[in-house]
């Protein structure tokens, strides 16, 4: 079964800067369409920026300017480049394709001094 496996995730402060990794298994990778999602505690899961087969992107407002999303088809994985971090940044992290029902174990960023 397909698998994606965040990590990356710690404790940094504001202003801070800090990568996630998302390692998939399926051989179809370069094909889906992948977002990655965070939930803050007492919140709904939302969706923070999405890249295509072909490599087109979208952020949410929130972090548009300071995340960047990209993937490398080759190694099966995408990433998050997360800079300019504010404490309202903390969250469990999560990628899965676009529409996926079904969700991982996420990695943790705290964003604190």
């Known amino acids: 079964q397909v698998q994606f496996v965040e990590s990356g995730g710690g404790l940094v402060q504001p202003e801070g800067s800090l990568r996630l990794s998302c390692a998939a298994s399926?051989?179809?990778?370069?094909?889906?369409?992948m977002g990655w999602y965070r939930q803050a505690p007492g919140k709904e899961r939302e969706l923070v920026a999405r890249i295509s087969g072909s490599r087109s992107t979208m952020y949410a407002d929130s972090v548009k300017g300071r995340f960047t999303i990209s993937r490398d088809d080759a190694k099966n994985t995408i990433y998050l480049q997360m800079n300019s971090l504010k404490p309202e940044d903390t969250a469990v992290y999560y990628c899965n394709p676009i529409g996926s029902i079904t969700w991982g174990k996420g990695t943790l960023v705290t964003v604190s001094s």
């Open positions: 399926t051989t179809n990778f370069k094909i889906f369409h």
